[in-house]
């Protein structure tokens, strides 16, 4: 016990914003080649807002409480803000995380990112340079254990 702030065990125990969205219009999916989790980012934008998102995640429960947090911050908020999203603000929300499970935070932000340079292509706009490259998240660029 104790390993897990109390936010984090609310997030994992009863995850916000869990599901699909039929009529989402930017979806980004990205995943833990090592752990092999995977997260789904579904955004419906309207009028330069992010008017709904949903996920799904395949993983630890850090990757659930990570993406259940990182939909809270981004809902309602501007498509800017929503860039702004930092894996390091997802963790402050939830009063911190052990840091061999600070990898896990990383999926959330680039599901969000992904999801975003997705709105981004259907919409006729080329991504790359409004969110530069989107890097596969590898275990060796966030130095994270999966616990595998
Ligand atoms: Fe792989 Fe958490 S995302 S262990």
Do not use: W
């Not at 990182?70 to 908020?77: D, M, P, R, S, V």
């Not at 860039?83 to 935070?105: I, R, Y």
């Not at 409004?130 to 994270?144: R, T």
Request: aromatic share 4%; proline share 4%; net charge negative.
């Amino acid at each position: 016990m104790g390993m897990y702030s109390e936010k984090v065990m609310n997030h994992f125990a009863n995850p916000r914003n869990v599901g699909e969205l039929p009529d989402a219009n930017g979806v980004g999916e990205v995943g833990n080649a090592k752990c092999g989790d995977i997260m789904r980012m579904y955004l419906k934008v309207e009028d330069g807002r992010i008017a709904d998102v949903k996920f799904m995640t395949f993983g630890c429960g850090a990757a659930i409480a990570t993406s259940s947090m990182a939909t809270e911050l981004i809902k309602g908020k501007s498509i800017e803000d929503a860039l702004k999203l930092t894996n390091k603000a997802v963790v402050e929300a939830l009063d911190g995380l052990p840091p061999v499970k600070l990898h896990c935070s990383v999926l959330a932000e680039q599901a969000v990112k992904a999801a975003l340079a997705d709105y981004y292509t259907r919409q006729g706009i080329d991504p790359e340079p409004i969110l530069g490259k989107l890097d596969e998240h590898s275990c060796a660029s966030c130095g994270g254990d999966c616990g595998a």
